[in-house]
């Protein structure tokens, strides 16, 4: 406040300095004493006008943490300092520069001298806290702008109908003012017509404008309105967005700009959310394929630590019971369960190795016609004695007749019959005594089928998707059954002859492994011996046993 009223101070003496009332003052001629005296009251009109203007722009508005009635206050209290001011600064410059006419003027009849000036000073007061409430209106309606499109554009609508109206109306003032001050401000003209004459001009601006502005705004805002809805739908929804609802959408309404700002809108949210959901399915991936990870590492461990543990502890055993040159009587033994061991950690560093193999890409497979019924009665002629001697259960193989012969599959045959020992003994290991495991082979037009059924204690409907895992054993399963690695191979080797592989059970009755391969196409008819064979396919796992 006190920089603006220094600032104020400097501006009323350049006003007095290069105003006609101070140039007129200078000079030491009667007439232009007379001239001076007669435009004492425009000046200070003038003076008034001038001062309040600088003084209102020039002091800072209302502080963020101030009320609404402090500010009020401070507004009061400031009006009252500039009255105050306009008398301290007309008494100090009357006293430098004898602007004022002599003092038994001013008192003359009745102080009548002096009342244009009191008036002027009063009608600068009223307008200078008249101004600075409209400044703060204005501020007021600036924060809106800034914050709302709306009222933006609804602004930009009224500067142009209010500087219309503004300048018309001040044009018309002050052609009436310059036109009418030799009359209005001369002796035989009344100071009150004057003045009067000065402030019906103002209020008539300020009437053409109050009633130029409601309609204006009205219609501003109703024009703007559908346009910014558009708009102001189009941050909720990407506020939304933002949040994590990558499922909103905007109504596209016209073809205008807005209109392809929300087609682009939809579009970028679909593709977001298209990425966001291949994200969220590779994290999913990622953390399944670091589970596995953790559960292969620790079976790896504990199906390598047994049979190492095992062959140890007897060999610690034969080696504390050799004291002599004859060896123990217990040796024998000793070695044979060493040997066992032994032959099964060397199988399942074999399984883990094919597996490794199979993920880096690097299983070698020759695929070439084979022929499946040879295969088939070899392997279980090889696997048939060693079942029925240790388990006491009974391997067959059931081959379907088809004419003229059986067509042959297009496998690799080493890899189909580690298939096939795996899943005879995989039934084996989970079939009592006194059980039935058959292999059985059939042909339709395009696949070589091989189905391995048993009647043993079945799967759990629960734990079927999950038996083609690594290291992965059922529930039921007995401890040293098995690695958990005999099904792994089974599917990544069918799958890696262009293969099929499924499973069927029942808890307490069995399981059916189905093997489909590409057959070898002959140019011979055999679609009778196709269509009574297809019908055995979709049969019961033990209906066949």
């Known amino acids: ?73 401070i507004e009061i209290e400031a009006a009252g300092i500039f009255l105050l001011e306009l008398v301290c600064s007309v008494i100090l410059l ?4 004898h602007l004022l006419p002599p003092m038994d003027v001013l008192l003359s009849e009745n102080g009548a001298g002096m009342l244009p000036i009191v008036v002027s000073f009063l009608l600068s007061t009223i307008g200078f806290f008249s101004l600075r409430i409209i400044l703060h209106v204005l501020a007021f309606w600036e924060r809106l702008r800034v914050k709302r499109l709306r009222w933006a554009v609804t602004h930009s609508h009224l500067m142009v109908v209010v500087i219309g109206a503004g300048f018309i109306s001040a044009v018309f003032v ?65 506020s939304m967005l933002r949040s994590g609802d990558y499922s909103i959408r905007v109504h596209v309404e016209g073809e205008d700009e807005i209109a392809h700002l929300q087609a682009d809108f939809n579009a970028m949210a679909s593709e977001l959310e298209r990425t966001m959901h291949a994200l969220k399915e590779e994290r999913d991936n990622v953390e399944m394929l670091l589970d596995a990870r953790r559960e292969l590492i620790a079976s790896v461990s504990h199906e390598l630590r047994t049979p190492v543990a095992t062959v140890r502890s007897y060999l610690e055993s034969a080696l504390a019971n050799w004291q002599t040159d004859q060896p123990p009587v217990t040796l024998k033994q000793d070695m044979h369960i060493i040997e066992q061991q032994t032959i099964r950690l060397q199988s399942l560093i074999n399984d883990l190795f094919m597996l490794a193999r199979v993920e880096v890409g690097r299983l070698e497979t020759r695929c070439e016609p084979t022929n499946v019924e040879t295969l088939v009665q070899r392997v279980v002629e090889t696997i048939a004695p060693i079942a029925w001697r240790g388990s006491r259960i009974e391997v067959l193989a059931e081959i379907m007749p ?39 082979a059939q042909a339709n037009e395009q696949q070589v089928i091989v189905q391995v059924k ?84 979709k049969t019961a796992p033990l209906s066949l046993l």
């Open 454 to 537: 048993d009647t043993g204690e079945g799967i759990a409907p629960e734990e079927l998707a999950r038996i083609w895992d690594r290291f992965y054993r059922a529930s039921n399963a007995q401890e040293g059954s098995g690695t958990g690695l005999g099904l792994a191979i089974v599917k990544e080797f069918t799958e890696a002859m262009h293969g099929s592989v499924s499973v069927e059970s029942v808890v307490g009755e069995g399981s059916c492994f189905t093997i489909c391969f590409p057959r070898v196409q002959e140019p011979v008819d055999m679609v009778t011996s196709f269509t009574i064979h297809t019908e055995a396919v």
């Open 94 to 97: 009357c006293w430098l520069f």
């Open 174 to 238: 002050l052609f009436q003012l310059f036109w009418g001050v030799g009359m209005l401000f001369t002796d035989a003209t009344p100071f009150y017509a004057s003045v009067v004459f000065v402030f019906a001009m103002f209020l008539c601006t300020i009437f053409v404008i109050a009633c130029v502005l409601p309609p204006s705004i009205l219609s501003s805002y109703i024009f703007t309105r559908r346009v910014t809805r558009r708009i102001e739908h189009l941050a909720q929804a990407t």
């Open 1 to 73: 406040m006190w920089r603006a009223l220094c600032e104020i101070l400097i501006m009323q003496v350049l006003i007095v300095i290069f105003s006609p009332q101070g140039l007129l003052t200078t000079t030491t001629t009667t007439t232009a004493r007379s001239l001076s005296h007669r435009f004492t009251t425009p000046f200070y009109l003038v003076y008034g006008f001038l001062s309040l203007l600088f003084f209102a722009f020039r002091w800072r508005l209302r502080q963020p943490e101030r009320t609404i009635w402090q500010q009020l206050l």
């Open 402 to 440: 088809v004419i003229p012969a059986f067509p042959q599959a297009l496998v690799d045959g080493d890899r189909l019959e580690q298939i096939l020992h795996n899943l005879i003994h995989n039934g084996i290991r989970h079939t009592a005594p006194g059980g039935i495991i058959a292999v059985t």
